[in-house]
């Protein structure tokens, strides 16, 4: 079936830089358009960052805008999550995501398919 996995979560300091990967395999990576969500204890799970299909639109969450990057590689069926000046704040687990649809890229609802998370810590 189809598989995503999220890779990259850690512990890290405040202002560290760290780098999430995600691998999706059993489906047409090229189909889909990727998002990036995130969901903190005791929170809702809200969107962080999303890529079109070929990469050229890239779309991002408020609370992330300036220090995250999203990127993909249709070649290597994967999609990255590159997140800089990391804050307390950011602590969450990170899930991947994919949508096949033409849906609203930010909506939990537009996706089809989900990874299991990486946990990223920022300890202050």
């Known amino acids: 079936q189809v598989q995503l996995v999220e890779s990259g979560g850690e512990l890290v300091q405040v202002g560290d830089s760290l780098r999430l990967s995600c691998a999706v395999s059993?489906?047409?990576?090229?189909?889909?358009?990727m998002g990036w969500f995130r969901q903190a204890p005791g929170k809702e799970r809200e969107f962080v960052s999303g890529?079109?299909?070929?990469?050229?639109?890239?779309y991002y969450g408020d609370s992330v805008k300036g220090r995250f990057t999203i990127s993909r590689d249709n070649a290597k069926n994967s999609v990255a999550l590159q997140m800089n000046s990391l804050k307390p704040e950011d602590t969450a687990v990170y899930y991947c995501?994919?949508?096949?649809?033409?849906?609203?890229?930010?909506?939990?609802?537009?996706?089809?398919?989900w990874g299991q998370g990486t946990q990223v810590t920022v300890s202050s």
């Open positions: 890529v079109d299909w070929s990469g050229a639109y890239k």
């Open positions: 059993r489906f047409t990576f090229s189909n889909y358009r």
């Open positions: 995501a994919a949508t096949r649809g033409y849906g609203h890229i930010k909506r939990m609802s537009s996706y089809n398919y």
